[in-house]
């Protein structure tokens, strides 16, 4: 109209930067990198029309992405082998491939320096500008330009973008680009502390610790309050991207709830799950010791909770966690916003096969050590729902393949009579004392039977509360070997006649280290009370509120006869899987959501409930038939 009526006009309005093609090109590129080449990440960047790539060709990228599912970066760095199922349109691999390569070659030394915790701010931009120039993104912006009526903004922009990697590279080039040595990773619980360690990697030192310990004790001082602020989940994920605190943002990623909480401490801001105090002025019980490569933070005991408790540590728990800890930042699943990474992309077979795989060769490892030092008796031991059966099968299938021959013996069967059984402070029966095994009896049988001598062995019958013996005659042969299962394995007064060279302890727990994220770790227990939930609910017909109420006693059970003892193991075995969590979700949502209000236990499973949702579930028929995972969603073909 008004260049009909030659009437001069001038339309004023503004375009969002972050719609520029080159904004998005760049934004979408480093988001690749950073989150592990997600799908919809690469396609975006792919659309920007910047990356020398036709739309024909992006088209049928796409297509054959999402046909055979290419997800994650392993995906995209290795060649593509699978054809398309059901489609009788049949790309060329060969162009496929050559298409990949042409996408990927950009990306390697970009991936290489972001990936470089060492790099300064001036090896991150220059990585960013070359990434740019491989794409001849100054001669698209051009063209670009040329085509479209407000292309000249295209041309300022990328002039504007490198005169910022200018002056940043001039104020900060030779600043790391994010100072790991300020941040601190929470491993696990060890003893009476949690262990820690510098993101640098770099071993604390004593000033370093005394500095810190101070700070926090100012920080104690001033009595600051903790301000509670519910967001919207988007915005909170937002904020934490800013702050380069990705482990909390992949976190939030998959959080179905659209709103969330988090807490202010001054000017810092973090995520907490669980009960926060109000303010720092109480916190005045800790202390910082140094320990192997990290410290360690000392808090009071639940049961002395204004008591400093000396720190005595298990250093072979610690070494097992630790090497938990390597495979997991090799594989790259620290925390669970990278499970559920690895679970949305396409890798989780790979994760579960190769963790089994781990969990086979470790048992193998066992056996070897046994069978080198010529033991005739195994003994495990290790707190509930360790998954103590299924590891002594797969332990004397490995004995098998040594030319041993595995025999169990179960500790129950030596209970002494009923009427005989020890009681508790409250007059019950103690069933988990060392006193109500007849330990004179197992001491007379496991000496004749390394002696080469017939022994029957008894049968506890627990409906009559008496041992009867129904079994046949057992005789041991130069090749034979006992394993013994049960909570006083480890108790040299179990088995106080048999010399210590022919024994051999085995200390199992699920010790996850896994966290939600690097300042909110999985407490070990966690899995092992989901564990037993759904194993009771299973085999006992028991309610989740019904193992919720008794989980107290036996953690006093094992805290009196298991965990005192760990340290005199031979081996420590840690049957924790990094995707278990994942798997019991749907075993363990149905069972905890019947605990009702009116039950004293209805505050522990609606925080195990909030606990498993920020893990996205997996389908349990994908776990492996002799899985220690086995023994207590079913479906095995150890147990049943």
């Known amino acids: 109209m008004t260049e009909q009526n030659d009437i001069p006009a001038f339309l004023d309005y503004k375009r969002s930067v972050a719609s520029n093609p080159y904004v998005e090109m760049l934004c979408s590129a480093l988001e690749i990198v950073e989150k592990g080449y997600p799908y919809d990440t690469m396609f975006r960047y792919l659309r920007t029309g910047l990356t020398g790539i036709s739309r024909h ?13 290419i997800r994650g970066s392993r995906a995209w760095h290795e060649p593509w082998k699978k054809k398309m199922k059901r489609s009788t349109y049949q790309p060329e691999l060969e162009t496929l491939n050559a298409l990949r390569e042409q996408i990927m070659a950009p990306f390697l030394n970009l991936e290489a320096v972001l990936k470089d915790k060492e790099a300064n701010v001036r090896a991150y931009v220059t990585a960013v500008y070359e990434f740019v120039t491989a794409l001849h993104s100054a001669e698209q912006i051009k063209a670009l330009s040329e085509c479209e009526p407000a292309g000249n903004e295209y041309e300022q922009l990328y002039a504007k973008v490198l005169e910022l990697f200018d002056r940043i590279v001039e104020l900060l080039g030779e600043e790391k680009a994010f100072k790991e040595e300020d941040r601190i990773t929470i491993d696990f619980c060890l003893d009476s502390g949690y262990y820690c360690h510098l993101n640098s990697k770099e071993k604390p030192t004593k000033e370093l610790l005394n500095r810190l310990e101070k700070r926090m004790r100012e920080d104690v001082k001033k009595d600051i309050r903790f301000e509670k602020v519910v967001m919207r989940t988007r915005d909170a994920r937002r904020m934490f991207e ?15 709830n659209s709103r969330m909480t988090v807490y202010h401490l001054g000017d810092f801001t973090d995520y907490y799950y669980g009960a926060m105090p109000y303010s720092t002025g109480i916190l005045t019980h800790f202390r910082l010791e140094l320990f192997e490569d990290g410290f360690v933070f000392v808090v009071p005991k639940k049961e002395a909770p204004v008591t400093m408790p000396e720190f005595k540590p298990s250093i072979k728990q610690y070494h097992t966690m630790q ?29 579960m096969l190769t963790q089994e795989a781990l969990h086979e060769k470790r048992i193998g490892d066992i056996a070897v050590q046994i069978a080198e030092r010529g033991c ?26 040594l030319g041993l021959k595995p025999h169990p013996i179960g500790l129950d069967d030596y209970f002494v009579n009923r009427e005989d059984t020890p009681r508790d402070a ?6 988990e004392c060392l ?3 007849d330990t004179k009896q197992f001491n007379e049988d496991l000496t004749n039977l390394l002696a080469g001598k017939p022994v029957q062995l008894p049968t506890y019958n627990f409906i009559s509360g008496m041992r009867e013996y129904d079994k046949p005659i057992m005789q041991l042969g130069s090749e034979d070997i006992l394993v013994i299962e049960g909570i006083h394995g480890l108790n040299d007064k179990l088995t106080y006649s048999i010399p ?9 727990s699920a010790l996850t280290t896994l966290n939600i994220d690097h300042h909110n770790r999985i407490p070990t227990t966690e899995g092992r009370l989901l564990r037993r939930i759904i194993r009771d609910a299973r085999t006992r017909g028991n309610t989740a509120q019904k193992t919720i109420s008794m989980w107290d006693s036996v953690r006093r059970g094992e805290s009196r006869n298991i965990f005192p003892y760990q340290e005199e193991a031979d081996a420590m075995f840690n049957s924790a899987l990094i995707y278990e969590l994942a798997a019991m979700k749907l075993y363990a949502d149905p069972l905890l959501f019947q605990v009702t209000k009116d039950c004293p236990e209805y505050a522990e499973a609606q925080r195990l409930l909030k606990f498993l949702d920020y893990f996205l579930p997996i389908d349990p028929h994908d776990v492996p038939l002799n899985s220690i995972l086995r023994e207590f969603i079913g479906g095995g073909i150890l147990l049943g």
Request: hydrophobic share 30%; aromatic share 10%.
């Open 435 to 437: 006193g109500a095994i």
């Open 426 to 431: 409250n007059g019950k029966y103690d069933y």
């Open 323 to 351: 090497m938990a800890n390597e495979w997991s930042e090799k594989m790259q699943v620290s925390t669970v916003g990278e499970l559920n990474e690895i679970i949305v992309n396409g890798g989780f077979q790979e994760l």
């Open 500 to 508: 210590k060279k022919d024994k051999y302890k085995i200390y199992i």
């Open 242 to 256: 800013k702050k380069h605190m990705s482990d909390k943002s992949n976190l939030l990623k998959y959080r179905r």
């Open 376 to 401: 005739r008796i195994v003994t495990i031991a290790g707190p509930s729902s360790s998954g103590k059966t299924t590891f002594s099968y797969r332990l004397s299938t490995q004995l098998r393949t």
């Open 57 to 69: 060709d992006i088209d049928m990228l796409e297509n054959y992405c999402l046909a055979v599912g």
